[in-house]
């Protein structure tokens, strides 16, 4: 297999190992196509310390004569250090490192070598359908179809084959419409609100450009989806002056008039280098534990993550609030359609809607919003915070979501069926994973790549009985009333979780929530049975 | 009786209070001497009944004939009265500023308070010094209790009981407490039983700019320590302070005079400029601007989280020195009243498992605050809103505050080795404050002997310590431990505590939904629990009375 050519030296013996709440220990290191396997024979645990190398964001090395050390920034924030005698063994290690943790070919990466016994390759691949999903609201079938118009994905590439759109709208306007809009992202229907018969919509920037082009076809879409009532909102995720901006480079925004009946905001979200560069500021502020709190509360402010969250947040409440307290429809859209307006349009419907506030249903909000409505994961999550590469489509506008669905899950403890562990394991497994989900950057790649045929998909894995006890919030109790945030900068708190999972004080709030979790698995079921048993 | 020369309009129909995150209510105002009360007609609305003595300043507005009272609380809480009538108004806002600034000790609330509840135990007899010497006796016979203070001749601030080596007289404790600042002489804070290593307390020695010395001082501190053993002082100031203070006439302990202790200084800052940091604190917490950036840059310029860092990273500078250093301890600032006790008490919480329990926090608070004779009146008669409008010398500070706020810091870190919860330490701030106990009243042990506080009022430990109560109090996560924990004072460790400081801007309906479904699981886990033990017993029973089933 090819991957050997990367490995010069597989294995090391006396390799010390320090990583974050453990002793350094020594023991045998091991290079493989895809993981780092360190091992201690003499050790008091038998299970060696696995490390997916697509999980190293950045390698430093720090050669000397007889020995060399080597450290390894992790996607998931983690920073371990091996220390290995020989320079030789340490620099063959490091390249081969650096070159298989970069590997670039879809169909090399592990998730098509992983093969758990408790999975099989015939169960169903994904959540749910964009079919299934339609066929589950009943109460749309009137004014709303399933179009299978991208069934070839020729009419937009990275959308999936099917789309739910006004049932008047035939899928030659759709076609139409898709010409007007960037990447073919034609406005799609996302959420349905049942209370006021209203909707969330989302589609990519209309391409106008300089001469103010207009397309009756997307005009009439839109007419659609308000038809009867008297407005409609499309929130732009860019600055009004950006709209303006991106008219030059062909794209823009819907002009009040041709587009009557609807109301436009903008409320600019960041995305993109912004995003990605905050995100390196925030990570390398937690990493800093010297010891004054003005320079942590200033690095902190400094790297305006918390302002992103709060942005996201107060847009997403925009949103909910045009839907549920106006009665009005939403479309929303920023440029290309892939990120801010995904971040808005997800969050709008944990505010509103309790079916995705549940386990299932918030991994098939996830599936729907993100995964099949062609979120580039593997460009944007290509490397994290410590990566030296230069960075081109980095952005971790999926980390963001996971931040501000953890605020909401701290404002609200009983609403969310899920815990603050599935964040985190989404938050890493995003980077870097056995799963084939997060592969890829749109389904059409997923289909051409075989992800659906040859790997496994994280989000059945979650719903499995043993995770989903994990994964559950043992407080949950369902509302139906929306969740309306506070974004008063006070209510909003760094994801220590994340932020700082590897410092010391996470150890104490780690043990907590052991207790937590045995005390509620305890309660409700083996003493539940225990009662039946020795009742009966 | 004299409040009512204050009353001038004692009642107000149709005023209409407003509060946040509460729907408004109408109804009737009513002053008491200690109360300010409201009533509204329509029933199951609820009242508001606040104390004179929590009322930290008041403003008003006017619009035409409608006036408008803000009430700030020292529990920080801001409430909003909007009252008809503009004499009325008036007479009310004055009536308010008199009663809630009462000169008198014997005319506060809890000399008039008659418990509603049954006294099972009376707090003031909970925490004697005897009892507590009884514990180390128990532990260590190197040490008696002297009663030199007995009539607080010695030492105004401090007890009639201390604590001293064995081998030190009380002429030579005379002596030495001449040599300290206002009579606090090193006595006994802490006993750590692991090692038998102890920790001491002082107030600065009085050197001055000459350079004196004290041999009785000298032969006091030494008795503590064990042969070719050295101990450690902490100086909570730094040294360019301490060195100021010799010319004041003030000083610490030289190399020379003292060579078997190693000085280290920290730099705890003093009350004015902690009283400061509180009131930007609560302002940048009240400030409802929706900016990101503001907020952080408020909160940074508060220094609220510097000083907890500092007091925090002190206490464990101590701990260690006790416990991995094994060496003795005496720790002192100044006069020895604030920083002293929060470097001492939470050491004491590091590394001694008693004082995280209920009772044991009780005792702490008795031992090194009330006892210790920290001024809690002096500290506590204004909070955040205090704005220094009153002429008199200004000595409010947040010093038990913030030591509560470093302990909620330890307590979030070690959500298992506590057995109070949050509640215990908001409640302490409240009454510390503003309260119908007697507990906080007074600045020291002599003034408290001198009002006759355990025979004219109720103590707080008295309420505190009936059942229901310490229920509600308690910890349910709690699992004793009884290992040193020790905190991170990284700053991205330290929160902002928003049980206090922002308690009254958000909406905790959710937060206390969830904190009430968590009990409810832990109590019914141990429901099933005791249902299964008495099945199984049931079960074990049957068998034994039934040869015939081990036949079969």
Request: with cysteine; charged share 25%.
């Amino acid at each position: 297999m090819e991957f050997s050519e990367h490995i010069k030296t597989a294995n090391v013996e006396d390799v010390v190992l320090r990583r974050p709440f453990y002793q350094p220990t020594k023991g045998t290191l091991c290079v493989t196509g895809h993981h780092l396997i360190f091992s201690n024979r003499g050790g008091d645990s038998a299970r060696p310390f696995l490390l997916l190398l697509r999980n190293i964001d950045a390698i430093e090395k720090r050669p000397s004569v007889s020995s060399g050390t080597i450290t390894l920034k992790c996607k998931d924030l983690c920073v371990l250090q091996l220390d290995i005698p020989g320079m030789e063994e340490c620099l063959n290690i490091a390249s081969s490192i650096e070159s298989l943790s970069s590997l670039e070919t879809v169909s090399e990466m592990y998730p098509f070598f992983y093969r758990p016994p408790f999975l099989s390759l015939q169960d169903q691949w994904g959540l749910s359908s964009t079919e299934q999903h339609y066929a589950q609201m009943k109460e749309i079938h009137d004014g709303w179809r399933v179009s299978q118009v991208n069934r070839d994905y020729s009419v937009s590439p990275s959308y999936p084959p099917a789309v739910i759109v006004p049932h008047s709208i035939d899928d030659e306007t759709l076609v139409k419409a898709a010409r007007f809009r960037q990447g073919g992202r034609f406005p799609v229907l996302c959420y349905y609100h049942r209370e006021t018969g209203t909707v969330i919509m989302r589609s990519s920037q209309p391409l106008s450009g300089a001469n103010r082009k207009r397309c009756r076809e997307d005009e009439l879409l839109l007419q659609a989806v308000i038809d009867g009532s008297e407005l409609g909102y499309i929130i732009d995720t860019r600055s009004s002056q950006q709209a303006q901006q991106a008219r030059m480079t062909g794209g823009g925004f819907e002009s009040k008039s041709c587009y009557r009946g609807w109301k436009r905001l903008h409320r600019q979200l960041e995305k993109g280098k912004v995003l990605q560069e905050s995100l390196i500021k925030l990570v390398e502020a937690c990493g800093d534990q010297s010891h004054s709190v003005d320079r942590w509360l200033s690095k902190l402010e400094n790297s305006k993550w918390l302002s992103h969250v709060q942005t996201a947040l107060s847009t997403a409440g925009l949103v909910a609030e045009c839907v549920e307290r106006d009665g009005h429809s939403v479309l929303v859209h920023g440029s290309e359609g892939t990120d801010t307006s995904l971040l808005v349009s997800s969050l709008a419907q944990l505010i509103l809607d309790p079916d995705s506030r549940t386990l299932a249903g918030f991994l098939g909000l996830l599936e729907r919003e993100w995964v099949q409505a062609g979120h580039p994961f593997q460009q944007r999550c290509a490397h994290s915070a410590y990566s030296h590469v230069r960075l081109r489509h980095e952005a971790p506008v999926f980390v963001l979501l996971l931040d501000c669905v953890w605020q909401l899950a701290r404002q609200f403890p009983l609403a969310m069926g899920f815990s603050e562990p599935l964040l985190l394991r989404l938050a890493k497994e995003v980077y870097a994973s056995d799963y084939g989900t997060f592969l890829c950057n749109s389904d059409q790649e997923r289909c051409v790549t075989g992800v659906k045929e040859r790997t496994h998909c994280l989000f059945q894995s979650l719903l499995r009985a043993n995770e989903r006890q994990h994964y559950s919030n043992p407080l949950y109790e369902r509302t139906e009333l929306a969740i309306w945030p506070s974004i008063q900068p006070p209510s909003l708190q760094l994801w220590k979780g994340l932020f700082l999972q590897w410092t010391d004080d996470a150890l104490h709030l780690v043990e907590a929530q052991k207790v937590i979790q045995n005390l509620v698995s305890q309660c409700h079921r083996p003493l539940n049975e225990k009662v039946e048993n020795t009742d009966g | 009786m004299e409040f009512a020369e204050l009353i001038k309009t004692p009642r107000v129909d149709g005023v209409v209070l407003r509060r946040p995150f509460q729907p408004t209510v109408e109804g009737t105002l009513c002053l008491t001497g200690h109360h300010l009360i409201l009533s509204s007609r329509q029933d199951n609305t609820e009242e508001l009944w606040l104390l004179h003595a929590n009322i930290d300043c008041i403003e008003k507005r006017f619009v035409g004939t409608l006036g408008t009272i803000i009430v700030k609380c020292k529990d920080l809480r801001v409430i909003q009265l909007d009252i008809p009538g503009m004499e009325e108004c008036l007479n009310i806002a004055s009536s308010i500023e008199a009663l809630s600034t009462l000169d008198s000790v014997s005319l506060m609330y809890p000399f008039f308070y008659r418990p509603m509840f049954e006294v099972i135990e009376d707090g003031w007899n909970s925490f004697l010094p005897e009892d507590s010497f009884k514990d180390l006796e128990s532990m260590t016979d190197e040490w008696r209790l002297s009663d030199v203070n007995q009539d607080y001749c010695v030492c105004a601030s401090y007890p009639p009981l201390v604590a001293v080596p064995k081998d030190v007289d009380d002429d030579t404790l005379r002596k030495a407490a001449a040599f300290r600042h206002a009579g606090r002489f090193p006595v006994l804070s802490y006993y750590h039983k692991k090692n038998g290593m102890v920790m001491m307390r002082s107030g600065q020695p009085l050197t001055g700019t000459n350079g004196r010395r004290c041999k009785e001082d000298e032969k006091l501190i030494n008795a503590t320590l064990r042969a070719g053993k050295r101990g450690y002082i902490i100086d909570t100031r730094t040294i360019a302070v301490a060195q100021q203070a010799k010319a004041r006439g003030g000083g610490f302990e030289s190399e020379a005079n003292y060579p078997q202790w190693r000085r280290i200084h920290k730099a705890i800052e003093r009350s004015s400029v902690l009283q400061e940091s509180l009131i930007k604190l609560v302002e940048a917490c009240n400030d409802q601007s929706h900016n990101m950036d503001r907020w952080l840059s408020k909160l940074e310029a508060s220094n609220w989280q510097t000083h907890v860092k500092e007091i925090l990273t002190t206490a464990c500078l101590a701990a260690q020195c006790i416990d991995r250093e094994g060496a003795s301890v005496l720790v002192h600032g100044t006069e020895g009243t604030d920083s002293t006790l929060q470097v001492t008490s939470l050491a004491q919480i590091i590394l001694d498992p008693t004082c995280r329990t209920i009772r044991g926090f009780q005792a702490l608070v008795e031992r090194e605050w009330l006892q210790a004779g920290h001024p809690f009146q002096q500290r506590c008669v204004q909070s955040a809103y205090g704005n220094g409008s009153s002429v008199k010398v200004r000595c409010e500070a947040p010093v038990f505050l913030l030591f509560l706020d470093c302990v909620w810091q330890i307590l979030r870190q070690f959500p298992c080795s506590f057995q109070f919860s949050e509640h215990f330490l908001v409640l302490l701030f409240e009454h510390a404050y503003a309260s119908q106990f007697g507990t906080f009243l007074g600045n020291s042990a002599a003034e408290r002997a001198k009002l006759k506080l355990s025979q004219k009022t109720v103590s707080l430990w008295s309420w505190v310590n009936r059942p229901q109560e310490a229920q509600r109090l308690s910890n349910p996560l709690y699992e004793a431990n009884s290992l040193v924990i020790w905190p991170s004072v990284a700053p991205q460790s330290l929160l902002l505590w928003e049980g206090v400081f922002l308690r009254w801007n958000r909406s905790s309906r959710c937060l206390d939904e969830a904190y009430e479904e968590m009990v409810h699981i832990i109590e019914y886990n141990k429901e099933l629990q005791n249902k299964v033990n008495s099945l199984r017993r049931q079960l074990a029973e049957l068998e034994t009375d039934d040869p015939l089933q081990h036949t079969e």
